[in-house]
């Protein structure tokens, strides 16, 4: 193994902290898919994770704490995920336009962090804390669908990129409030309604 290759893999210790800290916010997620973060309790945590409560403390701080580092995670995740199925359609702008509004619509109905940011219901309190009412993870994932569009298509300008991004994010979230048919359906509306705007940029 070269000195290089030796450097660039984790320590056990690192390696031990990130397989913690995933275990714990797996836990979390799955205590999320049927209730809500108020009723998600410390101890409920540390029982599924299969840790000490003081564990949770020490590698996390406080509840609040934990439960933003879920929701940093998972908008990551998402958003990896969206950037992939772009990628994967490129050259087809109107292709890339559904693969991601499906993504998004199809985790609406499921995912905790996704669902709270397309729910009008005040009540959810995961966004809340690390946002108010999604708006600052709303703003990244614009911010970043726009930047792979440039990704794949260098002749779009910021400026349009973030245009077309911030119109399919808003109608998405739109879409998952008040659902009008399947994920599929709706991202074909949406790449319908956006795909000859997109097309006539890409074209320009």
Not at 7 to 24: K, N
Request: negative net charge; hydrophobic residues 50%; charged residues 20%.
């Amino acid at each position: 193994m070269s000195a290089s290759a030796a450097a660039a893999r984790p320590g056990f210790a690192e390696a031990s902290r990130d397989l913690l800290r995933d275990t714990v916010l797996d836990a979390v997620g799955e205590l999320l898919a049927d209730r809500g973060w108020p009723e998600v309790t410390l101890a409920q945590i540390a029982q599924r994770a299969g840790v000490s409560r003081q564990t949770l403390y020490n590698s996390f701080g406080s509840r609040q704490e934990l439960a933003q580092s879920y929701v940093m995670r998972e908008a990551d995740r998402f958003l990896t995920a969206v950037e992939i199925a772009v990628r994967s359609k490129a050259p087809d702008a109107r292709g890339a336009l559904m693969a991601a509004a499906e993504i998004f619509l199809a985790a609406a109905g499921t995912h905790p962090v996704i669902r709270a940011v397309a729910s009008s219901d005040s009540g959810e309190e995961i966004l809340p804390l690390l946002t108010t009412r999604g708006g600052a993870l709303v703003g990244d994932v614009t911010q970043r669908l726009a930047a792979v569009l440039v990704e794949n298509w260098p002749q779009l300008s910021a400026q349009d990129a973030s245009l077309v991004s911030d119109c399919l994010v808003r109608l998405a979230i739109s879409y998952a409030a008040l659902p009008a048919g399947s994920p599929r359906e709706m991202a074909q509306a949406l790449a319908r309604i956006l795909g000859p705007f997109l097309d006539e940029l890409v074209a320009d």
